[in-house]
C-alpha cells in the first residue's frame, strides 16, 4: 500500500533531518517537529517542508497530530531519548495514527578493549567513573549532568561538552559549569579535535554514549585510547524499527541512484545517500549466504579459483574502496562498507539479496577485518550463513619474494595493536609483522639499536602485489635513515642471537660494572621458566629468591598482553621474570632506593627485556599517573601495605596481586586488609626453601626464611 503523501517526523537527529529533506524533495509533504530553534536552522527550507520548534508535552502532541492529520508519524528522536519515543508511540496509540521507529546506523561495533568499560545507564556510569581517578570528560548531553554532579565527590574532576545553545547552557550553569569546565560547541568532533581537548583537560576518563557514526563516536573512543583513558560507554537501548531506505520506499520515495559504488557520503544536492540497486534480484528467503574472501596481495591474477567463483556468484560485494577497486570486473553490485553491524544493517534493508560477499587483502585469517563476524548472522527476518575462502596472505607472499621459508615465523602485528615488538625480536629468530608506515619503522629501529641488535636484518615490503611494490632491505642502522614512505607495510626481521637471554658470568659485582662490561653474549640458556639467582647482579641490594619468584609467579597468573607492577622491586628479579612471560606486555619496576634502581637498570640491560619501565618513588603515590594495571606484585611495601593495595584495586577493581610477607608484622598487615577489602579467590601459603650446601665430603641442608604468600584477585568493586 502507498500512503498519501503527508508524514510527521519528530526529528532530533542528522538522520531526522536527511529523512525530512530527503522526502519533502520528493514531493511528500513533510512537518518536521525540532526541539529547539538551532534545530531548525538546520533544515534546509523546501516547498514541501514545514518545521515545528519547540518541546511538546503528550497533550500538546495530541492537538498537533490532530491538527495536522498526518498518514504516518516517524519517530527520529535520539536512540537515548526514550522518554519523548515513548510518548509520540503513546499519542500514536491513542489516536490510531500509524507510527514508525527510524533506527539510527549502529555505527562502528564498540572496540573490544580492556580501556572501554560498557554500562546499562547514566547513573551506572557516574557510579563507576567515581571509583576511577583522573579529570572525567563527559559527552553525554546536558541531561545527564546532574546523575554526575549528584555522584562524583569532586566536582572540579568534570568536564561536560555540551551543544551551544542558551538553553543547553543555563542547564550547565545552575549545576556549577562555567570557565574551563565547560565547553560548547557542536558536533561531531574528528579524532584530532578530540584528542586535543581531551589533553586540555587533563581527562583520564571519557563518558559517551554509543551514538554511532552520526554522533562521531567512533572517533572519541579512538581519540580516547590512544592517549590511555578509560572510556566509558552508555549502551544504546535495544530498539525495533524501520530503515532509512525503508521508510522512503514505504512514502514511494526511494533514493536516487548514481553508480555501481554505494557511498555513504551525503549527496551533494539532496543530502541524502546514494544507492544503486540494479541488477539484485527480487524475491527473498529465509536464509543467506555471506561469503568472506580472501583475494590476495590486491589484483585479480593472485585470486583464488574458488574466490573468482564466489564473486561472480554474489548479487552484492561489500568491502573497502581499494578492494572494490581490484574486484570490478564482477556484475555484483558494490557497497563501500566492510564492518559487520553496516553490512547487517544493509542486508536487513533488502531482503530480496540472497548472496552476499565480503572482500579482504591477503588471507581472511590472518590480521583480517573477516575476525568480527561469526559463523552466523543475524539480519532480523533472515539468517546469513557465513563462509571463508583463503587467499595468499602477506607473509607468504612476501616470504616467496624474498627467498625464505616461514614455517618458522613469529607473526604479529603492531596495525592498530598493543604489542612489544623488540622483545618479540629479542626472543624469536624470525618475526614478520604488520607496520603502520615509515616513522613506525624508523621509532622501532632506533629501539633495536638502543637494544644493543644492531646485528638484526630487516626486509620491508610496501604495496605488495601492486605495479607500485616495493621491497627494501638492509640493517638496522640502515633503516634509521630511511626516506619517508607513508602507508601500510609488512616487515621481516632477522635475528640470529635471538636465544641468547643472558652473558657469561664476568664477575660484575656492581651496576657501574655491568654498564662497562664489553663481554659478547655467548652462551644460549633455557627460555622457559624463571632465571636462576646466579643471573643477576645483586650489589647489597635484596633479591627475592628463584624458588619463591616461581611459586609467586603461579600465584600471578599473567597473560601475554598484561600489564604488571613490581612493587618494591628490590634488585629486580621479579621483574625479570615478569617480563618473559609477558612478550606483550608491560613490566613497570616501582622502587624508592638509589642504588636498587641502578640495579635494575643494569639487569634489564643485561638481560634483554625491552618492555620493562622502572620508575624510583615510594608507593602509593608514585602508581597515580601510570596506566592501570592487570597485576601487581608486592615485594616490599614500607609499612603500607593497605594504602597500596587499596589505591591499586581503585584503578583496577578486578586486577590480580601477590604479596610476599616475610616479617610477622606485614604477614598480620596482609591477614587483616583481606577481611575487609572486596576481594576473591584468596591463597595463602607459607614456603619454606632448605638448599644444599657442601660441608668437606658432606651436603648440609641449610633452610631459608619462610615466606608468607598472599594472592588474590579483586571482585570488580572498590
Not at 539510527?104 to 547514566?122: L, M, S, Y
Request: charged fraction near 25%.
Amino acid at each position: 500500500m502507498i500512503y498519501k503523501k503527508r508524514v510527521v517526523i519528530f526529528s532530533g537527529t542528522t538522520e531526522g533531518r536527511l529523512l525530512s529533506e530527503h522526502l519533502a524533495e520528493a514531493g511528500v509533504e513533510v512537518t518536521a517537529c525540532v526541539a529547539t530553534e538551532y534545530g531548525e536552522k538546520l533544515m534546509r527550507p523546501q516547498s514541501c517542508l514545514s518545521v515545528h520548534s519547540g518541546r511538546m508535552d503528550a497533550e500538546q502532541m495530541a492537538d498537533f497530530l490532530q491538527q495536522n492529520m498526518p498518514h504516518l508519524v516517524v519517530d527520529a528522536t535520539h536512540p537515548y531519548a526514550q522518554v519523548v519515543s515513548e510518548t509520540v508511540k503513546r499519542v500514536c496509540r491513542e489516536l490510531h495514527m500509524e507510527y514508525v521507529r527510524l533506527l539510527r546506523p549502529a555505527g562502528t561495533a564498540i572496540p573490544v578493549d580492556k580501556g572501554i568499560h560498557i554500562v546499562e545507564d547514566a547513573e551506572a556510569a557516574a557510579q563507576l567513573a567515581e571509583r576511577m581517578q583522573g579529570n572525567i570528560f563527559l559527552t553525554t548531553g546536558s541531561k545527564e549532568l546532574a546523575v554526575f554532579v549528584e555522584t562524583v565527590s569532586d566536582f572540579s574532576r568534570l568536564y561536560a561538552r555540551v551543544l551551544s545553545t542558551e538553553e543547553t547552557f543555563e542547564i550547565c550553569k545552575q549545576l556549577g559549569f562555567e570557565g574551563k569546565q565547560l565547553i560548547c560547541m557542536q558536533g561531531p568532533f574528528s579524532e584530532e579535535l578530540n584528542r586535543a581537548m581531551f589533553r586540555q583537560a587533563d581527562a583520564k576518563i571519557l563518558v559517551t554514549k554509543d551514538s554511532g557514526d552520526a554522533g562521531g563516536f567512533s572517533d572519541k573512543v579512538q581519540a580516547a585510547l590512544s592517549l590511555g583513558m578509560h572510556c566509558i560507554v552508555i549502551q544504546r537501548p535495544q530498539e525495533q524499527g524501520l530503515s532509512f531506505d525503508q521508510v522512503c520506499e514505504r512514502l514511494g520515495a526511494t533514493r536516487k541512484a548514481t553508480g555501481s559504488i554505494i557511498t555513504d557520503t551525503p549527496d551533494a544536492v539532496t543530502g541524502s545517500l546514494s544507492v544503486n540497486m540494479s541488477g539484485i534480484e527480487n524475491g527473498s528467503s529465509t536464509e543467506g549466504t555471506l561469503v568472506l574472501v580472501g583475494i590476495g596481495m590486491g589484483t585479480t591474477e593472485q585470486m583464488t579459483l574458488e574466490a573468482r567463483h564466489a564473486l561472480e556468484q554474489a548479487q552484492v560485494i561489500f568491502g573497502a574502496k581499494r578492494m572494490l577497486e581490484a574486484v570490478s570486473e564482477f556484475p555484483a553490485q558494490q557497497v563501500c562498507e566492510y564492518r559487520r553491524e553496516q553490512i547487517a544493517g544493509y542486508l536487513r534493508a533488502h531482503p530480496q539479496i540472497t548472496r552476499a560477499a565480503v572482500v579482504f587483502s591477503g588471507d581472511v585469517g590472518f590480521y583480517s577485518g573477516a575476525d568480527s563476524f561469526e559463523t552466523r548472522l543475524d539480519c532480523g527476518e533472515k539468517i546469513w550463513n557465513v563462509q571463508r575462502i583463503a587467499g595468499i596472505s602477506s607473509v607468504n607472499y612476501f616470504a616467496a619474494k624474498l627467498g625464505v621459508a616461514w614455517q618458522d615465523v613469529k607473526l604479529c602485528s603492531v596495525h592498530g595493536r598493543n604489542v612489544n615488538l623488540p622483545v618479540q625480536i629479542m626472543q624469536n629468530r624470525k618475526v614478520f609483522s604488520l607496520l603502520n608506515g615509515r616513522e613506525q619503522l624508523a621509532k622501532l629501529a632506533g629501539e633495536l639499536r638502543d637494544n644493543g641488535m644492531d646485528h638484526v636484518r630487516i626486509a620491508v615490503g610496501f604495496e605488495l602485489g601492486y605495479e607500485t611494490e616495493e621491497i627494501w632491505q638492509g640493517s638496522v642502522s640502515e633503516f634509521l635513515n630511511r626516506p619517508v614512505r607513508k602507508g601500510l607495510c609488512v616487515a621481516l626481521f632477522e635475528n640470529e642471537q635471538a636465544t641468547v637471554w643472558m652473558r657469561e658470568d664476568t664477575g660484575c659485582e656492581t651496576a657501574d660494572d655491568a654498564k662497562t662490561c664489553k663481554t659478547e653474549p655467548c652462551s644460549v640458556h633455557q627460555t622457559t621458566g624463571n632465571l636462576p639467582d646466579a643471573a643477576f647482579l645483586r650489589g647489597a641490594v635484596p633479591l627475592t629468591k628463584e624458588e619463591i619468584r616461581a611459586v609467586a609467579l603461579s600465584k600471578l597468573r599473567l597473560t601475554a598482553d598484561a600489564v604488571c607492577y613490581d612493587i618494591g622491586a628490590g634488585t629486580g628479579g621479579m621483574t625479570m621474570d615478569i617480563a618473559r612471560f609477558v612478550p606483550d606486555g608491560k613490566v613497570i619496576a616501582f622502587e624508592r632506593n638509589e642504588e636498587a634502581c641502578g640495579l635494575i637498570r643494569a639487569n634489564v640491560d643485561r638481560l634483554s627485556a625491552g618492555q620493562v619501565t622502572i620508575v624510583k618513588g615510594s608507593a602509593p603515590e608514585i602508581l597515580a599517573e601510570f596506566e592501570p594495571p592487570t597485576h601487581a606484585f608486592i615485594g616490599g611495601s614500607g609499612g603500607r601495605l593497605r594504602e597500596i593495595v587499596e589505591v591499586l584495586l581503585k584503578k583496577n577493581p578486578c586486577m590480580r596481586i601477590v604479596i610476599d610477607a616475610v616479617t610477622l608484622e606485614t604477614v598480620g598487615e596482609a591477614n587483616e586488609l583481606l577481611k575487609t577489602l572486596p576481594v576473591k579467590d584468596v591463597d595463602i601459603i607459607s614456603v619454606t626453601v632448605a638448599k644444599a650446601k657442601t660441608a668437606g665430603t658432606y651436603h648440609l641442608m641449610e633452610s631459608m626464611n619462610p615466606v608468607y604468600i598472599f594472592s588474590f584477585t579483586g571482585e570488580g568493586v572498590m
